[in-house]
């Protein structure tokens, strides 16, 4: 049969028909087994509902897709004088894990039986697992793809229907393709160039597009269809079909964050970036290097991808290409894992080398073998030998006691080279290795946010999710998952909209200096598409309010608009309203104000916390602590608490913020760098050199005179008063750079301490006050190679007297960017900065009183932060002594932190769907939008006005 014969039924159809016809003959009633009734109580029993196609059903059993017609053209009120009886709105919903088809009623809510000898039991059953699904634009044919066929079978069941029953067939068509689908679009033909239906199937193995015709469907040799490469793995698609443009397939991928426009039918590709540029962006941020105009079939390191999904494309950008030639973009395997013998002893990768503890050792010859004295202690095992400067034993592999026997290691505990090499106990972000193999190790890698993060790899691996086209076909609007964006693009031109860098309170400052180039959500999407609306009376006032140039007389009837629907990770509906009254504004929709009263955002009030202890301050700021400023609320102005709102209530967002004083750089903490050297100045002063090649302090936001803190693992003692590499003595080692270049610090001796940071025990024995938590502190020389040699770790902090302003997800904002590795302050935007300097008292300054006005004659440079949220000032701790009557500034202690919430008052509005979110579809007919949650096998009504949710279909 072919999917455009409608003559004839399949055997199961009319197998159906007799079976009914017998139990209504012979009057058994439905609780007889082998029968049951039109009215019996039926649930439908989803199974993880994926995606679903719309079709309206016409009482003259015509069908046609619901989203290929007008509303006008489905009446499903019944109130047409011509048409008394109402249609009907099916929805034919593919059950992945169950392996079926269910057809429901999306007007009454009831599901169509297909089994009448077990009542309750409505679905379809299938022998694979079917996906993405897409009906004809006349109705006739449903075709859907499978996830677990080893060929990717394509399916096609007929979908005639009645306003009594639906049919579909129990014998679904079979169509074989190279590979499994994940998506499918119907692509009508164009009578003009003879060209003829097809199904556009996303081919994600093959990193293309695959074109089918529709005609003879299950008949032919996949090798005659038109295959489209693309940049990556196509995961969704949509269809442009508008009048004025050529007709266009917008693919959206799953591993690449380019949008790809294939015009039809000379299937021309066009690759867009949905990313900002990288020289463009801060450090840290999503960005794009480059995107291919094309792709060819040639070597992994020059046919213009990412193969490897690092972020660098083909030789010479990726560092694991060793050539143009070079087949795989993948870094060299492990030296026990790479099919070579590297220490020549005849014996290859483990478990054949006994010299490799593990598939993943980077090494295989042994520590006793390999003419390096390993040894990390002077005394193991109870075998004392002389010791070098080093502070390991003097005895060398065969001389070493520890290499008697079969020994490998000449020690017990784990050598100094393995714990600095593999970073054992540390996060995949900190411990030198570069675990995900993409050719940056730790804080270089783009996937590593800040040095405590666990792997190295990508939080997404997805960082495209969905493709929608707005009804004129104007604009594509394209979810960005792992940066939580909404991208808008021009469907003519494909530009991308950066609707950030628009003025007033249509724009966003913030999200203009992380590089975002859309709208940006709470959640990550995962599903959109498009609908009309009317906006509510609230929102009437606010969008005359933002844009009084659209909106100067208010149309009859209200205010139309278009708007995207956006499903997230966390079950929620987003809207952005794409257009209104005809204007593109691209905007997310707000929660309705009370009246038109626009609400304030707030600050919650600061606390403080002194080495990691919270400090009480009642209901006052404590006077003897550094503080933002007098703690008042003024609402008129924004100002709570000492911190100064922005006026923009749109620049704010929810997050907690921290003002650290001599805090730590986030994303400074590593275990990769060494002391290298000691050398003269070009002013004759004795510095010493720090070096990295792994790290990035440019990017980190390192600045002259901040403190480079050195912790070698444990208490280290080196060196005497008459030794020529100084004196040093302690757990932590502070030294103040004078310069810095991308991988490379210069450090300088004024200021160098050693700190003993002693333990309960020491106390003790030293009888000194237990409850005094200082430290020992003593004067440090310049460091000197030959003591900092051991396994350690460093990070880098702030200087007396500078705070670091830190946002849970703003995080730490600067200017700094490494050129050619020397560090170049991008902007002198005082928006960027992170730092925050207290008030300097004057010299003799006599105080009587703690309580300060502002400004106030006692300090010489009390400068206001500023930043694109709020502003506050910062001074000193203050004590009063009641015997004397007088006042007196006091050392801030060091890590003071101040902690402060920032509630804004934009909130979006949003409705709640379910758990796990699969797709959104709209409905013209009844103007709903139908949510499926996979997660909870549900369908969920919603109103595309106000996100109102109804019950649940099923």
């Known amino acids: 049969m072919s999917p455009t014969d409608t003559r004839t039924l399949p055997t199961a159809i009319y197998r159906l028909i007799v079976i009914v016809a017998l139990c209504n003959a012979v009057g058994l009633g439905p609780g007889l087994t082998g029968c049951s009734d039109e009215t019996a109580n039926r649930t439908l029993n989803l199974g993880s509902p994926i ?4 079709l309206c059903v016409n009482a003259d059993a015509t069908v046609k897709s619901a989203v290929a017609i007008s509303p006008a053209s489905c009446n499903v009120t019944g109130s047409d004088a011509a048409d008394s009886k109402p249609n009907q709105l099916w929805g034919i919903v593919t059950n992945t894990e169950a392996a079926s088809i269910a057809v429901i009623n999306l007007i009454t809510g009831v599901s169509e039986d297909f089994d009448k000898f077990n009542p ?3 679905r379809l059953k299938l022998s694979g697992q079917p996906n993405s699904i897409v009906a004809s634009p006349a109705g006739t044919y449903s075709y859907f793809t499978q996830i677990n066929s080893a060929n990717g079978d394509l399916q096609a069941a007929a979908s005639i229907g009645r306003i009594d029953t639906t049919k579909i067939s129990a014998d679904p068509l079979y169509q074989a393709i190279p590979a499994i689908g994940t998506a499918i679009t119907y692509v009508p033909g164009d009578d003009a160039s003879t060209t003829t239906d097809q199904l556009a199937v996303a081919i994600p193995e093959k990193k293309g597009i695959l074109l089918v015709p529709v005609a003879n469907f299950g008949q032919h040799d996949p090798q005659n269809f038109t295959f489209i490469a693309t940049p990556g793995r196509p995961r969704r698609m949509a269809l442009r079909q508008a009048n004025n443009q050529p007709p266009a397939l917008f693919v959206a991928h799953d591993d690449v964050p380019t949008l790809s426009i294939i015009t039809l039918p000379s299937n021309e590709i066009l690759n867009i970036s949905l990313l900002p540029d990288c020289s463009e962006t801060p450090a840290g941020k999503e960005c794009i290097t480059t995107v291919p105009a094309e792709v060819s079939e040639t070597s992994a390191c020059s046919n213009g991808l990412d193969d490897d999904l690092d972020g660098f494309i083909d030789y010479p950008e990726d560092k694991q290409c060793e050539s143009a030639q070079d087949d795989s973009e993948m870094a060299p395997m492990a030296a026990c894992n790479d099919g070579h013998d590297n220490d020549g002893d005849g014996l290859t990768d ?9 598939p993943d050792s980077f090494m295989e010859q042994s520590q006793c073998t390999d003419g390096v004295n390993n040894d990390t202690q002077a005394e193991l095992s109870g075998v004392k030998t002389s010791v070098d400067t080093l502070g390991r034993d003097a005895a060398v592999d065969g001389d070493d006691p520890q290499c008697a026997g079969d020994a490998t290691l000449e020690s017990t505990a784990v050598p100094y080279w393995v714990t600095w090499q593999l970073g054992i106990g540390l996060p995949e972000c900190a411990n030198g290795i570069d675990d995900d193999q993409d050719g940056t190790p730790d804080l270089a890698d783009p996937d590593c946010q800040f040095s405590s993060k666990k792997s190295e790899f990508p939080l997404t691996s997805s960082p495209m999710s969905d493709v929608a086209l707005s009804s004129d ?8 998952r792992g940066s939580r964006q909404v991208v808008v693009v021009d469907a003519a031109t494909g530009e991308t909209l950066s609707l950030n860098q628009r003025d ?14 859309g709208v940006v959500l709470p959640t990550p999407p995962v599903a959109v598409t498009f609908s009309p609306n009317k906006l509510t009376s609230n929102y009437q006032y606010w969008f005359k309010k933002l844009f009084p140039e659209y909106a100067k007389q208010e149309p009859n009837g209200g205010f139309d608009a278009e708007s995207a629907y956006i499903a997230t990770t966390a079950g929620d509906v987003f809207m952005i309203d794409a257009a209104i009254d005809g204007n593109q504004v691209h905007m997310l929709r707000q929660t309705a104000y ?3 009263t626009e609400p304030l955002s707030t600050v919650s009030t600061p606390e403080l916390f002194d080495n990691g202890k919270k400090v009480s301050q009642s209901f006052a700021a404590r006077a003897d602590y550094a503080n933002l400023g007098p703690f008042t609320v003024d609402s008129s102005s924004l100002s709570y608490y000492g911190v100064h709102l922005t006026a923009s209530s749109r620049t704010l967002r929810n997050e907690t913020w921290s003002v650290i004083h001599q805090g730590t750089l986030p994303t400074s903490h590593r275990t990769t760098g060494r002391i290298v050297s000691q050398q003269r100045d070009s002013d004759g002063e004795s510095v010493a050199i720090f070096y990295d090649p792994y790290a990035d302090f440019c990017e980190v936001g390192v600045e002259p005179g901040d403190i480079l803190v050195l912790r070698p693992g444990y208490r280290l003692s080196c060196g005497s008063e008459d030794s020529p590499i100084g004196i040093f003595k302690g757990d932590r080692f502070e030294f103040r750079i004078r310069r810095l270049t991308a991988d490379t610090l210069v450090l300088e001796s004024d200021g160098a301490v050693g700190i003993v940071e002693l333990t309960e025990e020491e106390r003790e024995q030293m009888q000194l006050n237990p409850n005094d938590p200082g430290d020992l502190t003593y004067v440090a020389s310049l460091p000197h190679p030959n003591c900092f040699v051991t396994a350690g770790s460093y990070e880098i902090e702030a200087p007396a007297g500078t705070y670091l302003v830190v946002g849970s997800q703003t995080g730490y904002l ?19 900065t992170g730092r925050a300097r207290e008030a300097t008292p004057k010299s003799g300054t006599d105080l009587d009183t703690c309580t300060l006005p502002l400004p106030d004659s006692s300090f010489e440079n009390e ?3 500023s930043n694109f949220l709020f502003s506050f000032n910062v001074r000193p701790g203050c004590v009063f002594d009641p015997l004397t009557g007088n006042a007196q500034f006091v050392k801030t202690p060091r890590h003071l932190q101040i902690r402060f919430q920032v509630r804004s008052g934009f909130t979006a509005a949003r409705g709640v769907a379910g758990t796990t979110l699969t797709s959104i579809h709209p409905s013209p007919v009844n103007k709903l939008l139908y949510v499926i949650d996979s997660g909870g096998s549900t369908i969920t009504p919603f109103s595309p006005n106000t996100l109102a949710p109804s019950s649940p279909l099923f």
């Open 51 to 54: 995606d679903m196609a719309v």
């Open 120 to 122: 309750g039991y409505t």
């Open 350 to 358: 483990f478990p054949e080398d006994t010299d490799c503890n593990s």
């Open 473 to 480: 076909g104007k604009y594509a609007y394209v979810t960005l």
């Open 504 to 517: 007033g309170d249509f724009g966003h400052r913030l999200w203009q200096l992380e590089g975002n180039l």
């Open 594 to 596: 009370n009246g038109l």
């Open 814 to 832: 600067h200017s700094w960017r490494s050129n050619g590795g020397i560090c170049e302050q991008q902007s002198n935007d005082p928006l960027h």
């Open 863 to 865: 400068v206001l932060f």
